[in-house]
């Protein structure tokens, strides 16, 4: 039974052979896995490991800490700090980035980490994530901020964990994405999607459809036409899913397609989105780039912003080939003003002025 199974550190070793530092990323990765083993270890405990609940205390980003989402922080700075292989990493749940004492090693890697995604899922037993980055740190000197602050096309690898029925562990290092399902008994992670690919047209769609009103006019189009479905110029009906856990609905698109939307809104003008940049929106581009999806903000790639803060913000569109380029023309149409009933009212107001 179970012959011929490929384990993470076999297959990390086959696709990161050569120099040093693919060895070490590997090594890393490994480290990530054992962090993510132990998450998932607290997180099937529930009730009876007293994880569920809230903490007195808020992040940087003004939310209500759970209890899981700091035991999940520092499942990954005590195994980033003992590795030896990072200099410096940076979480949701840390204001600023935190450097791992040189003492431990030279630290070839930045790590940057949602450790624990869809908290409001936690306390209903509803599927969570960890997701994660992993950057190059500068040589022979401390990392600064400056360091963290790379486009998402720098990043090194980037993956996901998905706490739900079964844990799978989903990475890629820019050789396709792969996925691997922990076998509880042994605790390794086995291979068990090998090159996961999006199919490039879909017809499921997911955003969290109470913020209608706030989204931008090129997205209600997107959602109307989707719901209208054969009766309008879509010509099939579709289906609509949100779990509100970033990495479970992603997990779900990598498997059978699908398109995700966090899109730019009005609900809070501060804010150019819901979801960050550095450890969801890059990470994530990754993983679903290297699936054969597109990861854009509606109209730019995601991976080529240049990053001004560790926990900014940005409008997300990501999944299926076909249906994220057409948001990207629908967010064209509205800016040029091509579309008439849906150009963006700065146009409009040019062109009134025009005749
Ligand atoms: P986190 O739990 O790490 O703060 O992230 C939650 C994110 C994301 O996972 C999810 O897609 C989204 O927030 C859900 O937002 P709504 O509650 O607005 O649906
Ligand atoms: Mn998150
Ligand atoms: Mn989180």
């Given at each position: 039974m179970h012959q011929g199974r490929t384990t993470l550190s076999k297959f990390l070793i086959q696709q990161l052979k050569g120099a040093p530092e693919q060895s070490d990323l590997a090594a890393l990765l490994v480290d990530i896995a054992a962090a993510v083993k132990a998450i998932s270890a607290m997180t099937a405990k529930g009730e009876l490991g007293g994880v569920l609940g809230s903490l007195d205390s808020t992040n940087v980003q003004g939310e209500t800490q759970k209890k899981l989402d700091v035991m999940a922080d520092r499942a990954f700075i005590n195994t980033f700090s003992m590795g030896g292989l990072v200099a410096g990493l940076a979480s949701e749940e840390n204001d600023d980035p935190i450097e791992i004492d040189p003492q431990d090693g030279s630290g070839r890697f930045l790590a940057v980490f949602d450790p624990l995604d869809g908290s409001s899922n936690i306390d209903v037993n509803v599927s969570v994530g960890s997701i994660f980055s992993v950057l190059r740190a500068p040589e022979g000197r401390a990392p600064v901020m400056a360091d963290y602050?790379?486009?998402?096309?720098?990043?090194?690898a980037a993956g996901y964990a998905i706490y739900g029925p079964s844990t799978m562990f989903v990475l890629t290092v820019g050789k396709g994405t792969h996925g691997f399902t922990l076998d509880r008994e042994v605790g390794n992670f086995i291979l068990t999607h090998p090159h996961m690919q999006i199919p490039e047209d879909t017809s499921e769609f997911a955003i969290n459809a109470s913020n209608e009103r706030f989204w931008e006019p090129p997205v209600q189009r997107y959602v109307l036409e989707c719901k209208n479905g054969r009766t309008d110029v879509r010509e099939r009906d579709f289906n609509m899913r949100w779990i509100a856990s970033m990495v479970a609905d992603i997990h779900r698109i990598l498997m059978r397609g699908g398109v995700f939307m966090y899109p730019r809104d009005t609900k809070d003008p501060s804010k150019a989105g819901r979801l960050r940049l550095m450890y969801e929106a890059n990470p994530m581009s990754y993983v679903v780039e290297q699936a054969g999806g597109i990861g854009s903000t509606g109209r730019v790639r995601i991976l080529d912003i240049e990053p001004e803060q560790i926990h900014q913000r940005v409008p997300v569109i990501i999944g299926s080939r076909n249906e994220v380029e057409r948001l990207e023309r629908y967010h064209r149409d509205y800016d040029s003003g091509v579309d008439e009933k849906y150009s963006s009212p700065l146009f409009q107001e040019r062109s009134l002025f025009a005749s």
């Open positions: 602050l790379r486009p998402g096309s720098h990043q090194l």
